[in-house]
């Protein structure tokens, strides 16, 4: 398969994560970038592997355009298949190179869109949203 590339708008870098493996010590870190497919933004979540990875990716911040090259991998464990975006190159976007990315990162494209004073809610994200455990406020 061909390497894989896409520019977007960092969006979130989650923490690193670390590890020893029958192959040694580990470490990988995840980001989140968001990219125009059509009309509409679409997140994807990447991961870099390896200390001069995630130390390259600490060189970047929440809202750079970011073009990031990356390779599609998938593996089984337990009869369940994973897949994974893998990062093995990072770079700043040309903001001229025709790409489409949102306005402003806050805003979907549909609400970029919308009639003239028209203003909708955000479109959820993952921390909008509480587990059970969090919370005992029922709505009944």
């Not at 520019?7 to 493996?21: D, F, H, N, V």
């Not at 809202?63 to 009869?79: H, I, M, N, P, T």
């Not at 770079?91 to 790409?99: C, I, K, L, P």
């Amino acid at each position: 398969m061909n390497n894989l590339e896409l520019e977007g708008t960092l969006m979130k870098i989650l923490p690193a994560q670390r590890g020893t493996s029958a192959r040694g010590e580990w470490v990988k870190q995840e980001f989140l970038v968001e990219y125009q497919d059509g009309r509409f933004p679409v997140t994807a979540v990447f991961s870099v592997w390896g200390q001069d990875k995630v130390d390259e990716l600490a060189s970047f911040s929440v809202g750079d355009l970011v073009s990031v090259a990356f390779k599609v991998s998938s593996r089984e464990y337990a009869g369940k298949y994973y897949t994974d975006l893998r990062a093995w190159k990072i770079g700043r976007a040309n903001a001229g190179s025709g790409a489409e990315v949102p306005a402003r990162p806050e805003q979907t494209a549909y609400q970029q869109s919308a009639p003239a004073g028209f203003r909708s809610a955000p479109a959820p994200v993952a921390d909008d949203y509480s587990s059970p455990a969090d919370s005992d406020d029922l709505p009944f």
